[in-house]
């Protein structure tokens, strides 16, 4: 398991900007999730989120930007799926996305330094959650690690920390980051990201 521990002990390592920045993409892959609960379950209206985690890139790519997070984060807030309304699995991650974007904001507004963090382990733990619940049989840990959709969210991740160590804070970063996210056209489990 050292490589897992290994990439939340660099993610804690981020601070400020590099954070939010890991957090946001990471997000970009987690957010088809959402929208397709929204959809299959007519919870609610997911554009909230879509907009919401726009104002994260915009903050990201112009600092100065005045956007009202306290207020993005009631309106997300409002829109978080109760796992005991649903008998679907598609309400877990749909969860989990609704918990890194408060988290995500919670970074932006130096309320939890640990947000990117908790991302990271929401997107991992989303991943291994998922392996598990479509697996025929209980699954080793072993083999849950051995898991292509885990293997690609771990890349992913090592990836991410690879790029911010060396680019810089700009809207160019940003949208380097963006493409990372939405390149294989799949959220982190594997749902297709449409166009």
Same mark, same amino acid.
């Given at each position: 398991?050292?490589?897992? $521990?290994n990439i939340f002990q660099q993610v804690r390592d981020l601070t400020?900007?590099? #954070?939010?920045?890991?957090?946001?993409? *990471?997000?970009?892959?987690?957010?088809?999730?959402?929208? *397709?609960?929204? &959809?299959?379950?007519?919870?609610?209206?997911?554009?909230?989120?879509?907009?919401?985690?726009?104002?994260?890139?915009?903050?990201?790519?112009?600092?100065?930007?005045?956007?009202?997070?306290?207020?993005?984060? =009631?309106?997300?807030?409002?829109?978080?799926?109760? #796992?005991?309304?649903?008998?679907?699995?598609?309400?877990?991650?749909?969860?989990?996305?609704?918990?890194?974007?408060?988290?995500?904001?919670?970074?932006? +507004?130096?309320?939890?330094?640990?947000? #990117?963090?908790?991302?990271?382990?929401?997107? +991992?733990?989303?991943? &291994?959650?998922?392996? &598990?619940?479509?697996? =025929?049989?209980?699954? =080793?840990?072993? &083999?849950?690690? +051995?898991?292509? $959709?885990?293997?690609?969210?771990? =890349?992913?991740?090592?990836?991410?920390?690879?790029?911010? !160590?060396?680019?810089?804070? !700009?809207?160019?970063?940003?949208? +380097? *980051?963006?493409?990372? #996210?939405?390149a294989e056209g799949m959220s982190n489990i594997g749902i297709e990201i449409p166009d």
């Amino acid at each position: 398991m050292t490589k897992k $521990l290994n990439i939340f002990q660099q993610v804690r390592d981020l601070t400020g900007w590099h #954070a939010v920045a890991f957090s946001a993409t *990471l997000l970009e892959r987690m957010l088809p999730n959402y929208v *397709l609960f929204c &959809e299959v379950s007519e919870f609610a209206d997911p554009s909230q989120y879509r907009k919401t985690l726009n104002s994260i890139w915009e903050w990201l790519a112009s600092p100065k930007s005045k956007i009202n997070f306290a207020a993005q984060l =009631e309106k997300i807030e409002d829109l978080v799926p109760d #796992a005991s309304d649903y008998d679907n699995y598609g309400v877990y991650p749909a969860i989990d996305v609704a918990m890194s974007m408060s988290a995500t904001i919670l970074l932006i +507004q130096n309320e939890d330094l640990q947000g #990117a963090v908790v991302v990271s382990k929401l997107s +991992q733990g989303g991943v &291994e959650a998922f392996i &598990e619940a479509s697996a =025929e049989q209980t699954l =080793e840990a072993d &083999e849950i690690k +051995q898991h292509p $959709l885990m293997q690609w969210e771990i =890349e992913t991740q090592q990836e991410l920390l690879v790029l911010l !160590n060396k680019s810089p804070k !700009n809207a160019e970063t940003c949208h +380097q *980051l963006k493409t990372l #996210a939405t390149a294989e056209g799949m959220s982190n489990i594997g749902i297709e990201i449409p166009d």
